[in-house]
């Protein structure tokens, strides 16, 4: 297979996945077990199950066999040592956010719950670092870190939890400045096969020692383990916010004036990219009046200085790639008007076709190819009388395209995941990923193969030597 | 084993690493097809041997029984499948310039020399990324760089090659800026186990594709395949840069000086300790006149305002704590003559006890520590009546200990050793690590499982699903 071929169909590769093999002896007998352990907190309902296995796309639910609530490490370490004596699925559940299937259950098993598991277990401020349980969410993180001055910068915009950002390597608006969930994560504690508890490393901020098994449990999907605490690098809180809108005659525009922003070093906190049709949509949904034309968000962080200094150097930059417009600011007030057509995006794109669901795909290519791709994917919309408006976080060339579709009609679902498979292939093509921040779930799994070939054999060898009997999260990343 | 006890003691673990099982019959098949099939670029002469040995430290040499010049990856592959057929250790050798015995050959085998693999194959300067083979050297890349306006930031001082790099995620002076190799490699090729060659990602600048392989491979010291080309992430050439030296009353001042730095958000380059002792060193080997105080040497990049914003910010946080003689300058002339005592410290050093050998030792702890750690280590140096000047890459916590002994008395020796394993448990009790970047090797295994615990069998799980017949780099971070 060349590289950006996909094989077969994307339509076919879910199918398939459906077909689970099913340890139904084990799964009865850790239902059993784990009702007379856990009480109230092992729930079998429909309701309950359904809710945690809602994929948030059009990916159809498998639900787990149960959903059990935990509150501790201990309980996981019981769990796990249960669930691997049984050989039954366990998959574990945050915010339930996910996008490509994260939390369906193939094989069956049993929904880990970790929402309960929420505290706070240690801010080290001089340090720039704390520690929580995977079951806190990034706002209630910042909310708790408020009062120290510091905060955690990464926002993938859901109110996601921290062990599920761990888990499928979240990034979002501000990673160009701040990085992903990969350079924020110091350490984790883990419960692996078996049920013993690692920590994969300490606080120190590097460290040479030995295979980085905090990187291979970041974006490992929950399939070697259940997370149990996060170690996470925080930021101090900046003392001065400005916010900025600037929009440019075409996309290669505005694609250009990110690259030289980036390539000046200008240490650009946001720098999101709007197409024309989603800045109509905003200005429809939210009642503004921007140019309809390709625009880029921006926010710097800094002081009063610095952050001048930078909106400066960027104004520069723009006016360079045809834009006259760039406005930005300092006051929160004008800065949260400034940003509330990026913020309201999503419901902005809902009302362009008000009750059609939404396939929010994305795909990361170098920033170079930024242009190429987003023009190329104009065209296959136009081509297929697609409705489609596409948001970007351009100074990672990493875009999102919030395909308007009816959930409902198996035609139009097929012509959605054509145009999906058209859009992996092209970010292939120009040496991208599959995905920049959402994971592979079961959504994207066939263009993993498309997209490393062979490496996807290494990542099979690890996932068997350090979970044999497949119980953790089985049936996602690789079949 | 509680967190920070070293089991048995270091030199005993050195001897137990001597003696590691030989493939003999193998070994000689494989010897003679390289050397039919490599004719002059097949050598076995002692001296050439002994230097793809020289561990640089007094850990003792383990001569590899031959040594093979690769020129591509096609030999790469070649020789890993020859080598995986029979089962004959190989191990990549660099510049040499690592200092835990990671060239040591403790089962034999055929040290595979990637210098001749230099080619730089690609810069894509709008992306800010290159792919280069292994062999290039940083100082190389920098020079092929320099009429891009861009740059490879990380120094580890050494001019190391870049596969040799990666392979112990080694960082250095500016890691506090621009991070680590672990950030900054986006991608590598790397022959596997039997002779495939596999990719871990492409060019975007960040993915959720799976598990991070890529960090995998970073870090990893060889034992896992060799690697044929590494994508790494470039900056921009600073317009301006600006040098500064900072002394302090006491170790705890400059330590608060580096914490509120970085809290702060002050993009500092480089923030580099030195401690009284070395200060006097640099001194009277430079024929500088500094004071003989712990000293802070700062860079910051940026354009003039920036830089300028930069260092009054840090000169109003030096001043807080105690410091009124922060000095710095943008004329190029006068930063190299105040970073001159940085750059000569390990000359500086040695001129302290000429004649006697160095032992350059690194461990890393949460910056809140720093000061606590270096200062229980001048308890301990001064306890011991040991001559041992500190250097830190103080932003990061990472500090390195330059003992002065004498590598041909035993007794000598053993001391050395002790206070290493002193110095060692100190970091970890302290949260720290027992390397921030030369790597595990042979010199740091006993501190790996005291710092990790378990986890370490989850990279041994690793290393043998992924190399069965322990073939790459056998007897590294874990026996």
Redesign the interface.
């Known amino acids: 297979m060349t590289r950006g071929e996909v094989k077969g169909t994307f339509f076919v590769a879910l199918k398939a996945i459906k077909a689970g093999p099913r340890n139904e002896d084990g799964i009865a007998v850790v239902k059993a077990l784990l009702a007379a352990r856990f009480a109230e907190r092992f729930q079998t309902g429909e309701a309950i199950r359904a809710q945690h296995a809602n994929t948030t796309t059009y990916i159809p639910a498998q639900l787990p066999d149960a959903v059990v609530f935990l509150e501790s490490a201990a309980e996981v370490r019981e769990i796990v040592a249960i669930a691997s004596e049984h050989r039954v699925p366990l998959i574990p559940f945050g915010a339930g956010s996910s996008l490509e299937g994260h939390v369906n259950a193939p094989y069956g098993g049993i929904s880990v719950d970790m929402t309960r598991m929420n505290r706070v277990l240690a801010v ?6 704390c520690t929580v349980e995977p079951g806190v969410t990034r706002e209630e993180l910042n909310v708790y870190l408020r009062d120290t ?1 510091l905060f955690f910068p990464i926002d993938p915009g859901a109110n996601a939890s921290i062990g599920g950002m761990t888990s ?4 979002g608006t501000n ?1 160009v400045r701040y ?2 969930m ?2 924020n994560v110091l350490a984790v504690t883990a419960v ?1 096969a078996g049920g ?1 508890e ?16 905090t ?2 449990f ?3 999907e929950g399939t070697l383990g259940i997370i149990t605490s996060i170690t996470l690098r925080l ?2 809180i ?1 003392e001065v916010i400005s916010g900025g809108v600037c929009p440019f005659p075409t996309i290669a525009d505005a694609c250009n004036a990110v ?1 030289l922003t ?4 200008i ?1 650009v906190a946001r720098i999101e990219f709007l197409d024309a049709l989603q800045m109509k949509a905003c200005n429809a949904y939210s009642g503004l009046h921007y140019e309809e034309t390709p625009t880029l968000f921006l926010e710097f ?3 009063a ?2 952050v001048e ?1 930078q909106s400066r ?1 960027f104004a520069e930059i723009a006016s360079e790639f045809g834009s006259t417009g760039f406005i930005w600011t300092t006051n929160p007030e004008e800065r949260a008007q400034l940003w509330k057509a990026r913020h309201n995006a999503y419901w902005a794109q809902k009302s362009l076709m008000p009750g059609r669901a939404i396939l929010a795909t994305d795909v ?5 190819r930024l242009a190429d791709c987003v023009a190329a994917t104009h065209e296959d919309i136009a081509a297929h009388g697609l409705i489609a408006p596409i948001v970007g976080h351009a100074g ?3 875009f999102h395209v919030g395909l308007l579709f009816d959930d409902k009609d198996a035609a139009d679902v097929a012509r959605a995941e054509a145009f999906v498979e058209r859009l992996n292939a092209r ?2 093509s120009m ?10 779930g079961q959504g ?1 799994m066939p ?2 193969a498309a ?9 099979r ?6 979970d044999p009997d497949n119980i953790f999260n089985p049936g996602k ?2 079949a």
């Open positions: 080290n401020a001089e340090d720039l670092d001055g499928t390597r979240a990034s990673a990085g992903t990969k350079e692996v013993r690692i920590r994969t490393a300490h606080r120190a901020r590097k460290s040479s020692a030995g295979y980085d098994l990187r291979l970041v974006g490992a930021q101090g900046p690259i980036i390539q000046s070093g240490p962080h800094g002081n200085e610095s200094l150097h990361c290519v170098p920033i170079s990672d060339g990493n970010a292939l040496d991208g990923t599959c995905t920049g921040e959402h994971g592979i994207k263009f993993l997209e490393l070939g062979d490496a996807v054999d290494l990542m060898q690890i996932k068997h030597s350090l990343i690789f």
